[in-house]
């Protein structure tokens, strides 16, 4: 057996498409733009990539973009009146400040200061509260952009056994939550557990949140089962060049999966797209206005 290729690059662009459609709807018919506020602080090289990424993608789908980048010794009080001064700013209907922060600011502090309405990662712990007892809330990027490409490629999730490897507060966790919400029977494993692959092996959907190149051995899928990459790793390819690889066995899971994301070109677009698409239904909540169909969970 040989997996269809989950293209998350194309799935991203239809994202994208729908979301910019939803833009020019809110302009033309109510005299709204969309804002995103992007937060960067310190010269982080891979962050800087980010922001440019989120910048210019947002300005893609018609909306306003805003970025503030602060030099890496900022102090806290002055990121935390920064952010009091965006829940506070009417055009601003998504703010994400980019991580990891300058280990001087206490990242925890920072998330919960800003508006869980604006919250387009989702981390906010009223967020996180929200999504764990089944209510609205912001979900976050990644998880929502792995759930809506497991609706695409299996259907209705219904009774499926999931199996999240991992349990990060930004993707395991909500990946959890998230499954649980589409019915699925979910077990979350981590470095603690026994027997990791046995379980693995009764999984019909895999999600692998691990940070560990090729964690994930190809023996270790059942025949059929739909596997989701979120895993984004720089190896060494032992000639002085690198490449990006996921936490999955790509080459040896595809034989046996019957659907995988691969590495580049699977989940990593769909992120920035749904941060995209929170920003969107953060405005139509900002607003009153009803949800569009398709963007949030
Ligand atoms: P974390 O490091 O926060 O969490 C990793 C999880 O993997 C932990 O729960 C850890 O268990 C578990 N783990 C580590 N080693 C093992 C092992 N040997 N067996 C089983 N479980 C193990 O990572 P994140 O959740 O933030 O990210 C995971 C991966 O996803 C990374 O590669 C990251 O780069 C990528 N990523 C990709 C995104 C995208 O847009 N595509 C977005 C966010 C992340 P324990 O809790 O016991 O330590």
């Not at 269809?4 to 809110?26: N, P, T, W, Y």
């Not at 999504?131 to 952009?145: I, K």
């Not at 051995?217 to 690198?242: E, F, L, P």
Request: hydrophobic share 40%; aromatic share 4%; charged share 20%.
């Amino acid at each position: 057996m040989t997996a269809r290729i989950i293209d998350g690059k194309a799935f991203a662009a239809i994202l994208r498409e729908s979301v910019a459609e939803h833009v020019s709807q809110l302009k033309q018919t109510h005299g709204i733009t969309p804002g995103l506020a992007v937060v960067l602080v310190g010269d982080d090289p891979a962050s800087q990539v980010y922001v440019r990424s989120k910048g210019k993608q947002t300005i893609e789908v018609g909306m306003n973009s805003y970025e503030y980048k602060l030099p890496a010794d900022t102090p806290e009080s002055e990121l935390l009146a920064l952010i009091k001064q965006l829940n506070l700013d009417p055009s601003v209907h998504g703010i994400l400040v980019q991580l990891p922060l300058p280990q001087h600011i206490d990242e925890a502090l920072v998330i919960n200061a800003i508006d869980p309405a604006k919250d387009v990662d989702g981390f906010h712990i009223s967020n996180a509260g929200l999504l764990a007892t089944g209510q609205q809330a912001m979900v976050p990027c990644t998880p929502l952009g792995c759930l809506m490409m497991l609706r695409e490629y299996c259907g209705n999730l219904t009774g499926l056994n999931a199996v999240v490897i991992g349990r990060s507060n930004i993707v395991g966790k909500p990946m959890a939550q998230l499954l649980l919400r589409e019915s699925c029977t979910v077990t979350v494993v981590h470095s603690r557990t026994r027997n990791l692959p046995d379980i693995l092996r009764g999984a019909d959907i895999v999600v692998a949140a691990v940070g560990r190149p090729l964690f994930v051995q190809g023996d270790w899928i059942k025949t059929g089962a739909t596997v989701i990459d979120v895993g984004i790793n720089r190896i060494d390819q032992g000639d002085g060049t690198t490449r990006l690889v996921g936490d999955v066995d790509y080459d040896a899971a595809k034989e046996v999966a019957g659907a995988i994301t691969p590495v580049p070109g699977g989940v990593g677009p769909m992120t920035i797209a749904c941060l995209l698409a929170n920003t969107v239904t953060a405005c139509c909540r900002a607003h009153s206005l009803p949800e569009p169909k398709g963007l949030a969970a």
